[in-house]
């Protein structure tokens, strides 16, 4: 089955930690992108990839540090310069960059303990 | 600057009782308008994509349309498993989501 996974499910770190969260996508999709979820606001955009060994800043990048070194992973690094990490983070591919449909992984919840 | 309004932010329907769901939006240059379902603690899941006004797309008791200023989901007959939050997103030169509407429909 084509999809996308995020691993871990959940993630808890503590203070002054990095952390990194895993996304792999079989869906052959060139473009790969990171956001965040908090409560009562709608997913914001933190890094974004339209190809390999390529990634653009999205709107919330600070503290946020990612790669693309191959077609299929796109990992995120949440760095001790984050001031308020704990949130829902979801993982996405498109066919390309466009105004292709994204489709989402399941999520990480991060907690900074 | 691209905005995303989704209203209302919470909807409590009774199993049969059809309603519609709201998302009102300014773009400079409509690139598509997307509607996911996202239940709660899981990804967001892909329902549809509209271009242009005047367009519709239905699936099972969902039905969406878009006019030049505004895009509804339309909710037929909803079961309790229609429960999730909705969520609305539109690209211009970037795509923007909103809050998303929260639906629970009690049997």
């Known amino acids: 089955d084509g999809g996308i996974t995020q691993s871990p499910k959940y993630l808890f770190r503590k203070e002054g930690q990095n952390v990194t969260l895993s996304c792999e996508q079989n869906l052959n999709h060139d473009a790969m992108y990171w956001y965040r979820q908090d409560p009562g606001q709608g997913l914001r955009l933190i890094y974004y990839s339209q190809i390999v060994n390529d990634f653009q800043k999205g709107d919330i990048a600070e503290g946020y540090s990612v790669s693309r070194e191959k077609k299929e992973s796109f990992p995120l690094t949440v760095t001790s310069a984050q001031k308020n990490p704990t949130a829902f983070y979801l993982c996405?591919?498109?066919?390309?960059?466009?105004?292709?449909?994204?489709?989402f992984g399941p999520g990480t919840r991060l907690t900074v303990l | 600057e691209d905005q995303v309004t989704q209203s209302p932010e919470a909807l409590r329907l009774q199993e049969g009782e059809s309603s519609s769901l709201n998302c009102s939006y300014t773009?400079?240059?409509?690139?598509?308008l997307f509607w996911y379902r996202q239940d709660p603690g899981k990804g967001p899941e892909f329902l549809f994509t509209l271009y242009s006004a005047g367009e519709e797309k239905e699936k099972e008791r969902l039905k969406a349309t878009l006019t030049k200023k505004e895009s509804f989901l339309h909710i037929t007959a909803p079961k309790p498993e229609d429960s999730a939050t909705y969520l609305c997103?539109?690209?211009?030169?970037?795509?923007?989501f909103g809050a998303g509407t929260i639906l629970r429909v009690k049997s």
């Open positions: 996405a591919s498109s066919l390309s960059g466009s105004a292709d449909t994204q489709y």
């Open positions: 997103a539109v690209r211009g030169n970037k795509l923007v």
């Open positions: 773009v400079s240059g409509l690139r598509g």
